[in-house]
Structure formats: structure tokens, C-alpha cells
């Protein structure tokens, strides 16, 4: 089955430093990849895709993410944490029939 | 573009009561998603179509649930009757038909069922 993991409820962080949040896949073939945040009470918002090519991916307020097949992992990743960044990051993998599967989430705490 | 919009933003209703939940997708997307979020079981795909036509509906709790898209920009999601288990935030999400691009979630409808 094609899914995604995310181990951690919960991952909490000083401001600026830097921030890592797991997730891990398992799909047979290409994986598409993405990485959604909610902030409260609002939809889930695309951050970054990695479809193919570079395995460092690039996507919006300074987050990236680090695409590795040998170990099935698409960590999202930022180098400074604002307090701002405090919400829920969903990974997801794009299944057959342009579904997604989405991940259970992992909740970001920047302590001030 | 404004977006995946959905209506209302809240709704409180009485157990037994019918719900509809109304959502308008970004104009030329061709797949149209229903997900429902709570805290116990997270995100959850109910149903989703392509080009108007449901697609998959294995994620529909039960015969209480339905959903109907008669048009492009427009889909609906219905309880009858609704139950207090059916609170939860209901989210649309559109998509176009390539495997490149993700989902565009609207700000979902939070449910509660008294």
C-alpha cells in the first residue's frame, strides 16, 4: 500500500534554530511527494512538491525539504524557526487516481 | 482566482437535522475532493470526483452521507440526519487533472451537531 508516515506528534522547537519535521514513504514506483501546513482554523496550505530532480526541494517561507530514496524519507526541513512557523504539517503521497494520502500530522511548537 | 470557497464557515444544528455543506472549486480543476478532519482520526477522504462524476465514495461513513458535483464549479455535501459523531471540519479541496500539481483546500466547514 502506498503511504506515509510521520512519527512524531508533536516537535517542538526554539526560535532560531533550526527546524526538522520526519516523514517517511512507502510507494511503489516514483514517489510524488508533498508537504501541506494548517494554521488554526484555516485549510490545509501547499508548501513544496518533489516530483523528480533535485533532491533538495525548495518551497515557500524558507522551508525544504531533503528527498531520500535509500532511506524512503522527505524530511521537511528550515534553518531558523520564527514562532510564526507554530502549526500543523501534513506530509502527503500522491496515490493512483490523483488521490493523496495524507500523513496524520505532526504539530510544531517555535518556543520564543 | 479566489480559491476553493466553501459555505457556511460554521454550522451548528440539532442531532437529526439535515446539513448541507456547499464548496465551489478553482474553475478548470477537474477533480474536486471531500475530507473531513477531527482530532481522533484526522484527515479523512470521503469522496472525490473527476470532471462532475464520483470517482470514489469508499470513504463515506455511511448511507447518511451523500454527495452530489452537477456542474463544474459546484458540489455539495449532505447529512441527513445528522448525528453528534458527524462534528468535525469539512474541508473541499480542487485539483487540475496532472500528478505535478497538489491540492488547493478550502478553508473548511466546521460542524457541530448538538
Known amino acids: 500500500a502506498q503511504s506515509v508516515a510521520q512519527p512524531e506528534d508533536q516537535v517542538n522547537v526554539a526560535e532560531g534554530n533550526p527546524l526538522t519535521v520526519k516523514c517517511t514513504y512507502s510507494?511503489?514506483?516514483?514517489?510524488?511527494l508533498f508537504w501541506y501546513v494548517q494554521y488554526p482554523n484555516r485549510g490545509l496550505q501547499f508548501l513544496l512538491k518533489y516530483i523528480t530532480g533535485d533532491n533538495l526541494v525548495k518551497g515557500s517561507y524558507g522551508f525544504e525539504a531533503e528527498f531520500n530514496k535509500s532511506q524512503t524519507s522527505f524530511h521537511l526541513k528550515k534553518p531558523s524557526a520564527l514562532v510564526s512557523d507554530s502549526a500543523l504539517y501534513f506530509c502527503?503521497?500522491?496515490?493512483?487516481?490523483?488521490?493523496?494520502?495524507f500523513g496524520t500530522g505532526t504539530s510544531l511548537t517555535v518556543i520564543p | 482566482d479566489a480559491g476553493v470557497i466553501q459555505s457556511p464557515r460554521h454550522e451548528v444544528t440539532e442531532m437529526g437535522q439535515e446539513v448541507t455543506l456547499r464548496c465551489k472549486p478553482i474553475s478548470g480543476h477537474d477533480y474536486l475532493f471531500w475530507y473531513r478532519q477531527t482530532m481522533m482520526r484526522g484527515l479523512e477522504l470521503l469522496i472525490y470526483f473527476n470532471n462532475n462524476v464520483p470517482i470514489d465514495d469508499s470513504g463515506m461513513p455511511e448511507d447518511r452521507f451523500s454527495a452530489k458535483m452537477p456542474n463544474a464549479s459546484f458540489s455539495t455535501l449532505k447529512i441527513q440526519p445528522s448525528e453528534p459523531r458527524d462534528s468535525a471540519v469539512y474541508f473541499c479541496?480542487?485539483?487540475?487533472?496532472?500528478?505535478?500539481?497538489?491540492?488547493?483546500f478550502g478553508s473548511g466547514t466546521r460542524l457541530t451537531v448538538v
Open positions: 479541496a480542487s485539483s487540475p487533472g496532472t500528478k505535478n500539481y497538489g491540492y488547493t
Open positions: 502527503a503521497v500522491r496515490r493512483s487516481g490523483n488521490q493523496f494520502y
Open positions: 510507494v511503489s514506483g516514483n514517489p510524488y
